[in-house]
């Protein structure tokens, strides 16, 4: 699986989540209770993994558009030049 797709699935899980647990909190007086340790690592482990695909998936991003642009080439032309 790409960081791309491992990114769409994590982040919409964790708006989902956050929803969730907003409306538990609003319907149940005592919310989280002993959970409050669950709930935490929970969304830890979302935030982290959403955090850390999105920084990989922008990096393949910005891999992509140098190869697309030509960047690449274009540097190693003008290092070639200034060392002449």
């Known amino acids: 699986m790409s960081d791309e797709t491992i990114f769409y699935i994590v982040g919409p899980v964790l708006a989902?989540?956050?929803i969730v647990v907003s409306l538990?909190?609003?319907r149940v007086q005592r919310f989280p209770?002993?959970?409050a340790a669950l709930?935490?690592?929970?969304?830890?482990?979302l935030i982290g993994g959403t955090a850390t695909y999105?920084?990989?998936?922008?990096q393949d991003e910005e891999?992509?558009?140098e190869q697309e642009s030509g960047l690449p080439q274009a540097t190693k032309e003008s290092e070639a030049a200034e060392n002449q």
């Not at 709930?39 to 482990?45: E, G, I, N, S």
């Not at 999105?54 to 922008?58: D, F, G, M, Y």
């Open 24 to 26: 538990i909190g609003l």
């Open 63 to 65: 891999v992509e558009r």
């Open 16 to 18: 989902a989540s956050a």
């Open 33 to 35: 209770g002993r959970a």
């Open 39 to 45: 709930v935490f690592l929970w969304f830890a482990v």
């Open 54 to 58: 999105a920084v990989l998936h922008s």
